[in-house]
């Protein structure tokens, strides 16, 4: 059952698609406080869950997050925010519940931060509509909730194959290398990923003339050996004249405009920029065609960046910024100075203030674009999905990085710039079960990391993991050491982690459109489906897969064996080198030695292996 209560929210958000009527009252069980906070009291055993991308646990409770899509490379426990905001959470304890806030600015959840025992939810303006969630289980209260918000995204089939990027591949000749060396080594791949590099002057729409001379024929010849090519594309346009995103959109008034009416001017990759205003229908179908421009040479996936939106600077921010450092440039030079002068330049990344200085243009009315800050990634993926399913008369790859509830109608979303850590291998575990509740069932992290050195028992470990996320993508930062499958001399490992995922995609395919068909979840923490077990529900290190597997990935260095909880009799099945194993286990901790290159998994009922192939293109049923 859904109950709402709704406080003169300030504009539609798009996140529910059920017309629900309001309720009158008290949103019980929370109570609300003097300034606008929801309070909760929980009792010792009650656990939370949700909040999508948040970091930190399965179980959320015990630190704060605020929802506010954030640039932020560096994924570490202190955190509050990343790239989405997805306010749905589920309280477990005598009372149980779930609850939406729907507003498209900042809110923050302290879940036991301040006062263990105490739940307070405060939105930083009482503009909103809350949602109570109730239902017999957590999967009833799941289903319940995305019943509200509306079907899943679905990913074309081939979408399902294995993906190679890496943010330094510049030329076509990069491109094709790496894809040699993955058929050399018989490794299967599906796609590869363009980033910024292939565009000229990092101009949305545009590709490279030198580089990629003709990715027309380029997109056909790698298609032809089974490899979708999928290029990134940036929120913000460059400041040209003479290009013609630029020209169209100035012209129009499609870009989000300062108090004065004129285009806001930030600095992201492309040297100065604007920003499209998705929040403007008009605004955002013009961005959506511009997809054309590379649907007309063939391409049929995308991944959308920097939607949050990212700013490294504004040029407001960057001349006042000048003249604060030129002052100090009088005074004398000490400590404080030169601090100073850094965190004036620091200040400007993603600066709040930039965000108070440019405004939307929407049916509802103009917003000033901090009101609304959590949309603006939502907006600029269903532009780019409408558009697309539109030019491509069937529906896209895409991902996105920032993201909002809804959004997952109409793509995936990849958790960001992850590290090469061991530690993001069980947070990116931990996020899928988020994540899953949100909606957001497309999704999946950097295999290997994305900033830092990858190892190659990382990536080993990193992949036994990510072949069971429906996004499989490596992908790692500019400068970094390679972490291909093949960049760590032995490719015979990776090529049986690898060919196993696409002996398991009947299975992952299944379990995902189910999911998606039936608002369910492909991954879950073990809590949902085994309610009454006291242990499964302090797990949160293990995830079930689809309705028959569960997965228990090593996560720490060097380890070679974990504890496993099984909470029911499973077939244990294990993987090595190409080989498949299984043995009975009783229910209960077992300690499951996992050397480096095994892959270990559990089943409650049989599932299909499909035989080993060389792409997406050749698996069963799944070009
Ligand atoms: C952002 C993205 C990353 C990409 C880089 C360059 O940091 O998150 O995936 O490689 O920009 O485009």
């Given at each position: ?57 399965i179980n959320k409770r015990g630190w704060v997050y605020t929802s506010w899509c ?554």
């Amino acid at each position: 059952m859904i109950t709402r209560y709704s406080y003169s929210p300030m504009i539609e958000t798009g996140a529910v698609v059920r017309e629900i009527t309001v309720s009158a009252g008290a949103p019980e069980p929370f109570t609300l406080t003097e300034d606008g906070g929801f309070l909760l009291r929980m009792d010792e055993k009650c656990r939370v869950y949700g909040l999508g991308e948040a970091i930190r646990g399965i179980n959320k409770r015990g630190w704060v997050y605020t929802s506010w899509c954030s640039d932020d490379p560096f994924h570490t426990e202190d955190k509050r925010s990343l790239y989405g905001a997805h306010n749905f959470l589920i309280f477990d304890g005598e009372v149980r519940f779930g609850a939406f806030f729907d507003l498209p600015g900042k809110i923050t959840f302290d879940l036991g931060y301040t006062d263990s025992d105490t739940a307070v939810i405060k939105p930083e303006s009482l503009h909103l509509d809350l949602y109570i969630i109730t239902g017999d289980t957590l999967k009833a209260i799941v289903s319940e909730f995305r019943s509200l918000i509306g079907k899943s995204y679905i990913p074309p089939a081939w979408a399902f194959g294995y993906g190679q990027s890496r943010w330094g591949y510049v030329t076509e000749k990069d491109i094709r290398d790496c894809a040699d060396r993955y058929r050399d080594a018989g490794i299967p791949l599906s796609m590869l990923y363009l980033d910024i590099d292939y565009m000229d002057s990092f101009k949305d729409f545009t590709v490279h003339p030198e580089r990629f001379p003709d990715l027309k024929a380029f997109a056909q010849e790698m298609k032809a050996r089974g490899i979708r090519l999928i290029p990134i594309i940036d929120a913000a346009v460059k400041r040209e004249a003479g290009y013609s995103v630029y020209d169209e959109g100035h012209e129009k008034g499609y870009f989000c405009k300062d108090a004065d009416g004129e285009d806001y001017v930030v600095g992201v990759w492309p040297g100065m920029s604007v920003l499209p205003d998705f929040l403007n229908p008009e605004a955002s179908k013009w961005f959506g065609q511009q997809y054309k421009a590379l649907t007309d040479l063939g391409i049929e996936g995308f991944w959308n960046d920097m939607n949050e939106p990212a700013l490294f600077y504004s040029e407001r921010g960057l001349n006042d910024a000048f003249k604060e450092i030129k002052d100090l440039e009088e005074a004398p030079l000490d400590a404080l100075n030169f601090f100073g002068v850094r965190d004036t330049l620091v200040r400007l990344q993603n600066s709040e203030d930039d965000y108070k200085r440019f405004w939307h243009d929407t049916p509802q009315g103009k917003f000033s674009h901090y009101d609304v800050h959590n949309l603006y990634g939502y907006h600029m993926t269903k532009s780019a999905y409408e558009a697309l399913c539109d030019l491509l008369g069937e529906p896209p790859l895409l991902f996105s990085r920032a993201s909002y509830i809804g959004a997952h109608r109409y793509g995936g979303i990849w958790t960001g710039d992850n590290s090469s850590w061991w530690g993001h291998i069980l947070q990116s575990l931990q996020q899928m079960a988020g994540l899953n509740m949100c909606g957001f069932l497309f999704s999946g992290s950097d295999i290997g990391g994305f900033g830092g050195d990858c190892t190659r028992d990382l990536l080993i470990r990193w992949m036994s993991f990510a072949l069971f996320t429906p996004l499989m993508r490596n992908h790692a930062a500019f400068g970094t050491r390679s972490q291909e499958a093949f960049a760590f001399g032995d490719t015979e490992v990776f090529r049986h982690i690898i060919e196993l995922r696409y002996r398991l995609i009947p299975y992952l395919h299944s379990a995902f459109e189910k999911a998606a068909k039936e608002d369910g979840m492909y991954f879950r923490p073990l809590a949902f489906d085994y309610e009454d077990d006291e242990i499964a529900a302090t797990v949160e290190d293990q995830l079930m897969v689809g309705d028959s597997l569960m997965i228990a990935p090593i996560y720490v260095q060097n380890a070679v064996a974990r504890h496993v909880y099984l909470p029911e009799p499973m077939t244990q099945i294990r993987m090595h080198e190409g080989e498949i194993s299984t043995e009975e286990l009783k229910e209960g901790w077992h300690y499951i030695p996992v050397p480096l290159g095994d892959v270990v998994y559990f089943t409650t009922s049989p599932i299909p292996l499909a035989e080993p192939v060389v792409n997406t293109a050749e698996s069963d049923g799944n070009n």
